[in-house]
């Protein structure tokens, strides 16, 4: 029988450490080399940008008002007017964050996971870069209550550093959205507690999480 990692000598990889072959008394010392009571922004945030939260609103509910893509002009802080485009999926708003911010979505759920991920740009929609990576998760499962825990990640594509198509840029806008990697955490957080907000009022109240208007009726 073939055993794990039987394909690698050991020397090859030595920053992989299984009890196998870093015993306690070693690994914890090592751990707790990696604990620290103050952490650098750039090392917490510096190439991805990870929030939780909890929600108490049906995890099929939520996940259904997430995964219709109008959604967004309720819950975020500045993306409004999505329309669709003549390509299917493809939606066109704006982002209110820059003057005349062309942005353009598309939405790719799945029911079994209960993941939504939005892919997005500014000022084009050939080349979708900015990805929002969401999962709803029973919080009956996880936290032995009713209701929901949201997952959210961002990563930091190279292009939040650098405008890859410039000349789609409208004249007005000084700035770039990469501007603000800095205060992803905040500013997402601000969204989460505004989708906390809306899905709860709305569950409480015995409304319709999704309203019609989102789902495009």
């Not at 650098?162 to 997402?188: L, T």
């Not at 969204?191 to 989102?214: C, D, F, Q």
């Amino acid at each position: 029988m073939t055993a794990a990692l039987d394909d690698i000598a050991p020397e090859a990889i030595p920053q992989v450490h299984r009890i196998e072959s870093t015993d306690i008394e070693t690994a914890e010392p090592m751990v707790a080399e990696m604990l620290h009571s103050v952490y650098p922004h750039e090392q917490v945030y510096g190439e991805y940008c990870t929030l939780h939260g909890y929600v108490d609103c049906p995890p099929r509910q939520l996940y259904d008002y997430l995964a219709h893509i109008r959604s967004l002009e309720e819950w975020t802080y500045s993306l409004r007017g999505l329309t669709v485009t003549d390509t299917p999926g493809l939606w066109q708003g704006y982002d209110r964050l820059g003057a005349d911010t062309e942005v353009y979505a598309r939405v790719e759920a799945n029911p079994d996971a209960m993941t939504v991920d939005y892919h997005c740009a500014w000022d084009q929609g050939a080349h979708l870069w900015m990805i929002y990576l969401m999962r709803v998760v029973d919080a009956q499962a996880v936290l032995d209550r009713p209701g929901s825990v949201v997952l959210w990640t961002n990563c930091r594509h190279p292009f939040y550093d650098r405008n890859p198509f410039p000349a789609a840029a409208p004249a007005a806008r000084d700035g770039w959205v990469g501007d603000y990697w800095d205060i992803f955490y905040p500013g997402h957080l601000l969204e989460m507690h505004n989708l906390k907000a809306i899905a709860e009022y709305r569950h409480s109240h015995g409304l319709p999480v999704t309203p019609e208007w989102v789902r495009g009726a």
